[in-house]
C-alpha cells in the first residue's frame, strides 16, 4: 500500500507531492485540534485555527518539498544502479564467453597443428641423424638441425597453449597427481636446464634442503613450473648473475620454494604484465631473448590448480623472487625441517 501511495506522489513531482503531504497533515492537526477542544469543552477560536494552519504548512511544506526530493533522487540512483549492473552482468557474460572462444579456438588450433608439427620433427631428425644414408651438402644438414630445434620449440608453445586453456576451461585434472620427494624432482629439473646457465653464464645454486620432504601433486606439472621459473630467471639474468632456488617448512604444515635471482628486475606494474598470457615485458634483456609469455601465467594456474600460490615481489635493477607456497594438504613433512631459506 506504501509503494501504491509513493508511486501516486511521484507522479505530482517534488512540489505537488510535497503540497499533498502537508495538506494532509494540516488536516489531520486541526480536525485533532477540533476533536480535543470539543471533547474538553472548549471553545474552538477561529483565529488560532488559522494560526495553527499558517505555522504547520510554514514548517511542514519545506521539509516535505526537501524530503520529496531527497526521495526522487535516491530512486533515480537506484534505478541507475540497476541498469549498471546489469550492464555489467551482460558484460561479463559477454567477456567469460569470448574468454571461452578464445580458449576453444587455441586449444583447436594447437590440435591441429601438433600433427603436422609432428611429422616434420619426426622427417627433421631422420635428416640430421642421417638415418637413411649421409647427406653430402652440409646446408642441407645444417637446415635440417635448424627445422627440427625450430620445431621443437613451437610444440612446446604448442603444449604450454593447450595446458593454459585446459585449466582455463576447468578440465585439467589432477588425477594423475602421486606421491614423491621434491628435491630430486628440483634437482632433475634444474638438470634439464643447467646448459641454459653455462650458455648464458649464469650460476644456478641448488640451496633446496635434502630433508625428505614430499609432495601430493602431479611431478609432470612441477617440472615444468620448475624448468619455467628458473629458465626465466637464467634469461633475466647478465653474465656474472646467480639464480638461487631454496625452500623450507612453514608453521601451517605448508612448504615454501623461492627462485631469486639477481636480474634486472620488475616494477609492480611489469609484474602484472609478466603474469598475463602472452605479456612481454620491453627491457634490454628482453630483447635478447624470445619467449611467448606463457611461462609464468602457466606455473601460476598451475599451483593454483594445486590449491597453492604463486607471488612475486622484484624491484628494477635488484633482481627477483618468486615464491610458491604449497598448502599443508599436500605436503608430507621430511625428516629435518631446521634449514631455513636464507
Known amino acids: 500500500m506504501l509503494d501504491t501511495l509513493d508511486g501516486q506522489l511521484s507522479r505530482l513531482g ?6 499533498v503531504l502537508t495538506a494532509i497533515a494540516v488536516t489531520t492537526v486541526v480536525t485533532t485540534h477540533f476533536l480535543i477542544r470539543n471533547l474538553s469543552g472548549m471553545p474552538v477560536k477561529p483565529m488560532s485555527v488559522v494560526v495553527l494552519v499558517a505555522e504547520m504548512t510554514a514548517v511542514l511544506l519545506p521539509m516535505m518539498f526537501f524530503g520529496r526530493r531527497v526521495i526522487c533522487e535516491l530512486k533515480k540512483s537506484k534505478a541507475e544502479a540497476a541498469e549498471m549492473s546489469r550492464r555489467l552482468e551482460i558484460a561479463a557474460e559477454q567477456a567469460h564467453q569470448a574468454n571461452r572462444a578464445k580458449s576453444q579456438f587455441l586449444a583447436n588450433m594447437s590440435h591441429e597443428l601438433r600433427t603436422p608439427l609432428n611429422a616434420i620433427m619426426g622427417f627433421s631428425e631422420v635428416m640430421k641423424d642421417q638415418h637413411m644414408g649421409p647427406v653430402n651438402n652440409p646446408r642441407y644438414l645444417a637446415y635440417a638441425k635448424d627445422i627440427h630445434t625450430s620445431g621443437h620449440y613451437l610444440l612446446g608453445i604448442i603444449n604450454d597453449i593447450l595446458d593454459l586453456s585446459k585449466i582455463e576451461a576447468g578440465k585439467m585434472s589432477l588425477e594423475s597427481a602421486e606421491e614423491f620427494e621434491f628435491a630430486p ?9 643447467e646448459s641454459l646457465g653455462n650458455k648464458f653464464d649464469v650460476e644456478v645454486i641448488d640451496n633446496l634442503p635434502r630433508d625428505g620432504v614430499r609432495l601430493v601433486a602431479v611431478e609432470r606439472m612441477m617440472r615444468q613450473i620448475l624448468i619455467n621459473l628458473v629458465g626465466n630467471a637464467i634469461k633475466f639474468t647478465p653474465a656474472g648473475g646467480t639464480v638461487c632456488i631454496g625452500g623450507r617448512m612453514l608453521e601451517d604444515g605448508g612448504y615454501k620454494l623461492v627462485v631469486s635471482d639477481s636480474g634486472v628486475g620488475m616494477s609492480d606494474e611489469e609484474i602484472e604484465v609478466a ?8 627491457n634490454l634483456m ?7 609469455g606463457l611461462g609464468l601465467p602457466l606455473a601460476k594456474a598451475m599451483m593454483e590448480l594445486h590449491g597453492g600460490s604463486l607471488t612475486i615481489t622484484s624491484m628494477p635493477q635488484r633482481g627477483t623472487n618468486v615464491v610458491l607456497t604449497f598448502p599443508a594438504a599436500r605436503v608430507l613433512p621430511g625428516r629435518d625441517l631446521r634449514v631455513q631459506v636464507a
Not at 14 to 19: D, H, I, V, Y
Not at 185 to 193: D, E, N, P, R
Open 14 to 19: 517534488a512540489l505537488g507531492s510535497a503540497l
Open 185 to 193: 624432482t628440483v634437482t632433475a629439473s634444474l638438470g634439464m636446464i
Open 286 to 292: 628482453g630483447a635478447k631473448h624470445t619467449g611467448t
Open 275 to 282: 603474469l598475463t598470457p602472452f605479456g612481454q615485458i620491453a
